[in-house]
């Protein structure tokens, strides 16, 4: 009764409401994502999309990876070093092998990328010595929460929009993403030298130098190891050096389109693990360089064109 009371006394309040009042209570218009806010050129380093940022307080461009699959910004250390920027706090972060590490953790009062200023930006201090002499940082998430960013390989560029709506004019294909802790995870399935056909859910990572990178349990419970090995690679990790085994596989089936003779990697220590779901692997930038990618993280959405 008092339900239906209170829903007849709202009614009839607003009908003696002044026009000005319920303009005023309507629900705001949705961003106009018909441009972009911001267009930022990007170069290619072994495989990485490097950016260029300026850090409050200094003057130097600095070069940093986009990296979808980063869950936090990473600073060099010798940045931060050089710009005298003292730690806040300390915190634990996790390399792609899971190990967890004890690292500094510093607020920036702001990072300029083409113009645009992102305040208070949280990143990690870490040596980044295995990534070339020229990268001085990582972003990925932190990006991706406050634009809808189109990585555009061709054009080499990145086009940012505010979050919202997907521009009208992207032309790809939808695909729907969930995610594991704050990585975007996709599903798509791989085709086995035997014919075996393996479905199964993967992070987007664009700053992975690889096709795909398997979790070793996904390799140990499917026979991945069965495949031919054509080479090895050891690489430096944050904790320890790491062994990755390189082959091929047939073909993967991603948003309807089919690849052939992808490269893949996997080593036994690499275990990115899942929340709810089993993760099979990562798919890096040998399998997205053939599309211009759209993600809407705020949307859970990703165009493929």
Same mark, same amino acid.
């Given at each position: 009764m008092w339900r239906t009371l209170v829903i007849v006394i709202c009614w009839c309040c607003n009908l003696f409401l002044p026009a000005f009042a319920q303009r005023k209570n309507a629900a705001p218009a949705a961003a106009d994502n018909s441009k972009p806010v911001a267009v930022i050129p990007f170069r290619m380093i072994d495989k990485h999309v490097v950016i260029p940022v300026v850090l409050s307080g200094g003057t130097d461009t600095l070069q940093f990876v986009? #990296?979808? /699959?980063?869950?936090?910004?990473?600073?060099?250390? =010798? *940045?931060?070093?050089? %710009? =005298?920027?003292?730690? @806040?706090?300390? !915190?634990? %972060?996790? /390399? $792609? &092998?899971?190990? %967890?590490? =004890?690292?500094?953790?510093?607020?920036?009062? !702001?990072?300029y990328l083409k113009g645009l200023r992102i305040p208070y930006v949280e990143a990690y201090l870490e040596n980044l010595d295995n990534l070339g002499d020229s990268i001085d940082g990582v972003i990925g998430v932190a990006l991706l929460k406050l634009y809808i960013v189109k990585i555009d390989y061709r054009q080499q560029q990145l086009v940012l929009y505010r979050n919202g709506k997907t521009p009208i004019g992207n032309t790809g294909r939808l695909l729907h993403f969930q995610l594991n802790y704050s990585t975007p995870v996709i599903d798509a399935a791989i085709t086995m030298p035997d014919g075996r056909y393996l479905p199964g859910h993967y992070h987007i990572t664009t700053g992975g130098d690889y096709g795909i990178l398997f979790n070793w349990p996904y390799v140990d419970a499917n026979r991945i190891n069965s495949l031919p090995t054509l080479n090895t690679d050891r690489v430096q990790d944050m904790v320890r050096v790491l062994y990755? $085994? &390189?082959?091929? $596989?047939?073909?993967?089936?991603?948003? @309807?389109?089919? %690849? !052939?003779?992808?490269? *893949?990697?996997?080593?036994? #220590?690499i275990n990115d693990v899942g929340v709810f779901t089993e993760i099979a692997g990562s798919i890096g930038y040998d399998i997205w360089k053939q599309f211009t990618i759209t993600i809407n993280y705020e949307k859970k959405e990703v165009y493929l064109e």
């Amino acid at each position: 009764m008092w339900r239906t009371l209170v829903i007849v006394i709202c009614w009839c309040c607003n009908l003696f409401l002044p026009a000005f009042a319920q303009r005023k209570n309507a629900a705001p218009a949705a961003a106009d994502n018909s441009k972009p806010v911001a267009v930022i050129p990007f170069r290619m380093i072994d495989k990485h999309v490097v950016i260029p940022v300026v850090l409050s307080g200094g003057t130097d461009t600095l070069q940093f990876v986009f #990296d979808s /699959g980063a869950e936090v910004t990473v600073l060099h250390k =010798r *940045v931060s070093e050089k %710009m =005298r920027i003292n730690s @806040g706090h300390q !915190a634990f %972060m996790s /390399g $792609i &092998n899971n190990a %967890m590490v =004890r690292t500094n953790v510093v607020t920036l009062n !702001a990072l300029y990328l083409k113009g645009l200023r992102i305040p208070y930006v949280e990143a990690y201090l870490e040596n980044l010595d295995n990534l070339g002499d020229s990268i001085d940082g990582v972003i990925g998430v932190a990006l991706l929460k406050l634009y809808i960013v189109k990585i555009d390989y061709r054009q080499q560029q990145l086009v940012l929009y505010r979050n919202g709506k997907t521009p009208i004019g992207n032309t790809g294909r939808l695909l729907h993403f969930q995610l594991n802790y704050s990585t975007p995870v996709i599903d798509a399935a791989i085709t086995m030298p035997d014919g075996r056909y393996l479905p199964g859910h993967y992070h987007i990572t664009t700053g992975g130098d690889y096709g795909i990178l398997f979790n070793w349990p996904y390799v140990d419970a499917n026979r991945i190891n069965s495949l031919p090995t054509l080479n090895t690679d050891r690489v430096q990790d944050m904790v320890r050096v790491l062994y990755y $085994i &390189n082959s091929n $596989i047939p073909s993967l089936q991603l948003g @309807g389109k089919t %690849m !052939a003779n992808v490269p *893949v990697s996997y080593c036994k #220590d690499i275990n990115d693990v899942g929340v709810f779901t089993e993760i099979a692997g990562s798919i890096g930038y040998d399998i997205w360089k053939q599309f211009t990618i759209t993600i809407n993280y705020e949307k859970k959405e990703v165009y493929l064109e």
